[in-house]
């Protein structure tokens, strides 16, 4: 027994030291293990910045459970949990990642962690949940992620990842939630992701995919499925029609187009979101979405839907959005398309409607005003409903936003306006609207945004605007009002940033409390009636940006406003200012655009800053000014000449007159014996002594012969209706030239060659070309030459860069946005000048790409004036003064005026059309000559039918050259519609219904200051 009991115990000795064995065994593993997480994690904080000190617990004195955002397991010390959402960490991930094997869930979202997503993050089989949204990461999404298999959850939204989707992803099988929206992805959606059965949230917005969705989708759970803002294409997807649970579906600007299904609303009847905005679907928008009775936002914004909204709409209590702006719904129909209203009154959680820029032609709904008091946001801006707001606006108290500009409203603005308290945008420029602005205005003290432009309104500025303390932008441009400023409204505490008043008719002295408004961004007062002198306080608008005081009565001299160094537009021209340019102006290195021009001003122009490009710098119309640099074509300034000594008597004038009179004398005989003998050797030389204008013919056939390589064709730059145009360099002064040969066996040459110069005798502006002399000679065989010397345009004609013939020459040759613009502006400055501010108007009567050239800083310049016609006006009528010319026109075909084809005799609204056409071409790339253009449809009904809802649609691609991709905003969009409407206005059929330029350049140089 005893022996028995010694094994028996010594046996128990054994298994309890191998429990120890093997217990101390596994602490060693698990804290070995600790270890492993503990130097994962130190090497993932080495990666980072952390300026906030967020992660200073990870460090040795602290257990590891414990560290900030560390979350173990319950039955071991295994890190499970990393969570360090929004801790504004920046740097990089550490591969270390990879080490944290018991990981189950990541989230590092709402930091600045940049680089890209290590691959070593597949080596985490345990991960079910990865979110590292709104962070700055690169590089393409690691294939191997697919190894964490039990994932259920990947966001990686808001970074800056690029590459296709990988293929292997459609391997998570447990995969619900994938959101990858805003960042640079390509490719396609991979029909392996119909593998994901689980898949119930897509989110793709705002990416560069492409393609169909595929059918494969069919086959997932999905509830939520986000595409805005790609590239994809195709019909309504059909697979979406096969998942009844779908709650959310968001196509928006993509390229869908199409038809919907009449019974779409039957196949998804939990749908709560539909956004089908800027595509092209076309068709009706089916009743049938009404059965969707969860439904709460509807967004069919900018497309090509036609008929009418359905009254069955009116039937969601839970809709919140109605957004049909940009369609083709209305008419001018009996049925006005506008019943749906008085059914929408039953949606009692309605915030949002808007109707903008559709086609409905009908009296403003006295039934807007019985939607619920909920709706915050009512816009119908951009159709033509007429008629007067209704008194009972007001029950709409809880609108935040009332747009209803560019309609055909009358009447007078009612008071009950003064009751909607909660209005930060209001917008009702544009119309028909008269009588005084209310001064219950001023009620409104949420006001932030306030536009009565562009109406018929008269009276004064309420003071009670001054009450709206947080109004930032105010438009009341283009209307009748006068008076004076209210001094409510120029206190310090205003934090206006926009103030425009131009175009009304505000008189007497600009108050210097202008300067109380240091928020100023952009300040135009622009042709009213202020007179005396420039208050110096604007001086204190620091922040000023833009300022526009052309066409008042101004005096006095410009104000040292040396401190207002972020000036960007600064236009003092047409008024009566005197006194010499200051000096600091050079010194404004944001100057983009300066015009003083018809003013007095005298002396020196400053050099330097802006003053060395000519073509952002008009000074036109100031006699006395002078400069000592050629850059702006000024007279040089005289040196000056030293003091007399005030001690010489006036006895000691007569002796100088005594002396140089007799030397005067002889020298005019000199001359005179000079020119004989310089004229007989001119006839010599064949050079004949006419007269053309105000050019001094000192040039001769030899001289351009020379300049020209005997009028090689290598040189030829060109050929018009009367001649050739060839580049040539001046012997006498090194400078290149463009020689305009006239070809006088062609019958019309001579009056064209006669009409030019009389045209460019005494006008003179920046945006037309310079021609420095002309030449009537004999050549070497005894005909008669005759020649138009021009100042050398660099880049060619805007012909050239709208349409190089050559392929070599496209890749190299392209226009952007802003220099189509540029030019446009330059365009119509030079065609107002002719038209409104020469002594004598002047019709072009031939404007097309091919007569615009482009100097080296691409600023264009009007050339060819072989067909202008002075003019002369008696009261409306233009009327040609040379009747010696013919009053047809010959033109160009695509851009002649209409009226011309008729035997009207040329005036400036034939160029005012011609503009219209080229303005046109400009921004679609469509010559109006083109194939396309047959029958009825011509540029401008091109234009039209596009206008406005697919504007992006016609814009030439070029502009967007060399562009991975461009996202074209509704900024851009309505900036691109107005510059659309501009050409539509311009190109109008009849001649009264065009604009004239004066009104067409303020508005392009408005487009201009505003992307600025």
Not at 908 to 922: K, Q
């Amino acid at each position: 027994m005893g022996l028995k009991n010694s094994i028996s115990h010594g046996l128990e000795t054994i298994i309890n030291l191998q429990s120890m064995m093997v217990f101390l065994f596994f602490s060693l593993s698990l804290a070995l293990d600790q270890d492993t997480d503990k130097l994962a994690l130190l090497q993932l904080k080495s990666l980072f910045a952390d300026g906030g000190g967020a992660l200073s617990s990870w460090n040795d004195s602290n257990p590891l459970c414990s560290w900030t955002g560390v979350t173990c397991g319950l039955n071991h010390p295994r890190v499970v949990s990393l969570y360090l959402n929004g801790l504004s960490l920046s740097g990089s991930l550490s591969p270390y990642l990879g080490n944290l094997s018991f990981l189950r869930s990541i989230d590092l979202g709402d930091n600045s962690i940049g680089g890209e997503i290590p691959a070593e993050i597949g080596s985490l089989p345990r991960l079910q949940s990865l979110n590292l949204s709104n962070n700055n990461l690169e590089g393409q999404i690691p294939y191997n992620i697919t190894r964490c298999s039990k994932l259920w959850r990947v966001e990686l939204d808001h970074n800056h990842l690029t590459g296709p989707l990988p293929v292997e992803m459609g391997s998570l099988s447990e995969l619900k939630i994938l959101h990858l929206s805003t960042n640079n992805l390509t490719g396609v959606i991979p029909p392996s992701f119909g593998n994901l059965s689980s898949l119930e949230e897509l989110d793709l917005l705002g990416n560069n995919m492409h393609g169909e969705v595929p059918v494969s989708l069919s086959r997932t759970r999905l509830r939520v499925f986000i595409i805005r803002l790609n590239n994809f294409a195709g019909e309504f997807p059909p697979a979406l029609y096969n998942l009844s649970s779908l709650e959310v579906i968001n196509l928006s600007h993509n390229n869908f187009y199409g038809t919907l299904r009449s019974d779409i609303g039957l196949l998804f009847p939990g749908l709560q979101n539909i956004a089908l905005a800027s595509n092209q679907f076309t068709g009706q928008i089916p009743a049938s979405l009404s059965n969707a009775t969860n439904l709460g936002l509807i967004n069919i914004g900018s497309g090509n839907f036609t008929g009418t909204i359905p009254s069955s709409f009116g039937s969601l209590r839970n809709l919140t959005m109605l957004n049909a702006w940009g369609n083709f719904f209305g008419g001018s129909s009996s049925d006005d398309g506008l019943g749906f209203l008085d059914y929408l009154a039953n949606c009692t959680m309605l915030q949002w409607l808007d109707l903008s820029e559709n086609q409905y032609e009908a009296e403003l709904p006295l039934s807007i005003t019985n939607l619920t008091n909920q709706l915050q946001w009512l816009q119908m801006f951009g159709n033509m409903f007429y008629g007067q707001i209704p008194e009972s606006i007001d029950r709409l108290i809880g609108l935040q936003r009332l747009s209803l500009e560019d309609n055909l409203l009358s009447g007078t603005i009612p008071s009950s306006i003064g009751r909607l308290s909660n209005l930060d945008y209001f917008n009702l420029g544009d119309n028909n609207l008269t009588g005084e602005i209310p001064s219950v205005i001023g009620n409104i003290s949420t006001l932030v945004h306030f536009y009565l432009n562009n109406n018929n309104l008269g009276g004064s500025i309420p003071s009670s605007l001054g009450n709206c303390s947080f109004l930032l932008d105010l438009a009341l441009c283009h209307n009748k009002l006068s008076g004076e400023i209210p001094s409510s409204l120029l206190r310090s505490s205003i934090v206006l940033v926009s103030f425009n008043i131009s175009h009304n008719a505000f008189q007497g002295p600009l108050t210097s409390n202008i300067g109380n408004l240091k928020s100023l961004v952009d300040l135009d007062v622009s042709y009213n009636k202020f007179t005396g002198e420039i208050p110096a306080t604007i001086g204190n608008c620091l922040g000023l940006e833009a300022l526009d005081m052309q066409g008042n009565m101004f005096d006095g001299s410009i104000p040292l406003w040396s401190i207002l160094r972020g000036l960007q537009f600064l236009d003092l021209s047409n008024n009566n200012l005197s006194g010499e340019i200051p000096g600091y102006i050079a010194s404004f290195i944001g100057l983009q655009f300066l015009n003083l021009s018809f003013n007095h001003l005298e002396g020196e122009v400053p050099s330097g800053g802006i003053f060395r490009n000519s073509s952002a710098v008009d000074i036109t119309s100031n006699r006395k000014l002078c400069s000592t640099t050629m850059e702006l074509s000024l007279p040089p300034c005289p040196q000056k000449s030293p003091i007399s000594d005030s001690r010489k008597g006036i006895s000691s004038k007569y002796i100088v007159i005594a002396t140089i009179l007799p030397c005067f004398v002889v020298a005019l005989c000199c001359l005179g014996i000079l020119f004989r003998l310089r004229k007989s050797n001119e006839e010599k030389k064949g050079i004949v002594n006419h007269s053309f204008g105000n050019f001094a013919l000192k040039i001769s056939y030899n001289d351009l012969f020379i300049a020209t390589n005997g009028f090689s064709p290598q040189n030829l730059l060109g050929s018009g209706a009367f001649g050739h145009v060839y580049k040539g360099m001046l012997e006498t002064d090194n400078k290149m030239v463009a020689v305009k040969v006239l070809s006088l066996q062609l019958k019309g040459a001579l009056k064209s060659f006669t009409a030019e110069c009389e045209a460019l005798q005494n006008i003179r502006h920046r945006n037309l070309v310079k021609v420095l002399t002309a030449c009537s000679s004999m050549d070497p065989q005894g005909n008669e030459f005759k020649a138009l010397v021009y100042a050398f345009m660099e880049n060619g004609s805007l012909d050239s860069w709208l349409h190089p013939q050559i392929a070599e020459v496209r890749l190299e040759r392209h226009l952007n946005f802003r220099q189509r613009l540029n030019i446009a502006v330059d365009m119509a400055s030079a065609l107002e000048y002719l038209h409104h501010l020469c002594t004598t108007s002047l019709a072009h009567c031939d404007l097309k790409p091919s007569n615009v050239l482009l100097d080296g800083e691409m600023t264009a310049h009007l050339s060819d004036f072989g067909l202008a016609r002075l003019l002369f006006t008696s009261g409306e009528d233009v009327i040609s003064t040379m009747s010696s010319i013919s009053s047809t026109v010959r033109g160009t075909s695509g851009y002649v005026a209409p009226e011309y084809g008729m035997g009207i005799n040329p005036s400036t609204a034939g160029d005012v059309y011609s503009f219209g056409v080229l303005l046109l071409e400009m921004f679609t790339g469509k010559r109006p000559t083109d194939d396309m253009f047959h029958d009825d449809l011509d540029l401008r009904n091109y234009v039209k039918l596009a206008c406005p809802g697919r504007v992006t649609e016609i814009l030439d691609p070029s502009m967007f050259f060399g562009r991975e991709r461009v996202i074209v905003t509704q900024n851009m969009k309505e900036l691109f519609l107005t510059i659309f409407q501009v050409g539509l206005a311009c190109s109008a059929e009849l001649p009264r219904e065009r604009k004239n330029m004066r009104e067409v350049a303020s508005e392009l140089n408005a487009i201009r200051a505003r992307i600025l």
